[in-house]
């Protein structure tokens, strides 16, 4: 098949074509620092929606984001590398396709966030459960605290 996008009166024109915003989750956008981890961890407020935990907390970023994100999976509840680096991957993933209404509230508010999801269950879940479950934490997370 061609290259060209087609549209009911002809070939879509580069400059026609209407914007789609990408999801993408830079390195700004990540929570470093143990610091800066463990303040969210013991200061945060949280929302529990097994088997993840979402700890949040308002502050100052070092980065002009509305929100910086860490993910944890304990090796107490999975003991092998490979599943705990698979729940992380599912956990970042989920939560680049369903951060963009969250950040845009945040950033219409002018606060900025650091979140901690937490990875609770001892055996991996479906990336179906993980998106859904996410999803739900940053509604819930958001409608609470934010």
């Known amino acids: 098949m061609n290259a060209v996008h087609h549209r009911p009166n002809g070939p ?58 860490a993910f944890a999976v304990p090796k107490r509840n999975l003991r092998h590398a490979k599943d705990r680096n698979r ?6 993933e989920a ?12 950033a219409a508010k002018g606060i900025q966030v650091a979140w901690l999801f937490v990875f609770q269950a001892q055996q991996p879940v479906s990336y179906a459960e993980t998106e859904q479950k996410i999803s739900r934490a940053l509604t819930r997370w958001m409608e609470q605290h934010g």
């Open 12 to 69: 879509w024109h580069p400059d026609e074509r209407p914007p789609v915003p990408r999801a993408t989750f830079g390195k700004r956008e990540h929570l470093c620092g143990t610091l800066r981890i463990r303040a969210v961890a013991t200061t945060g407020r949280g929302v529990n929606e097994h088997p993840f935990k979402l700890v949040g907390r308002i502050m100052t970023l070092s980065e002009p984001v509305a929100a910086q994100v």
């Open 87 to 92: 729940m992380k991957r599912l956990m970042r």
């Open 95 to 106: 939560y680049r396709l369903n951060k963009a209404p969250h950040v845009e509230r945040l």
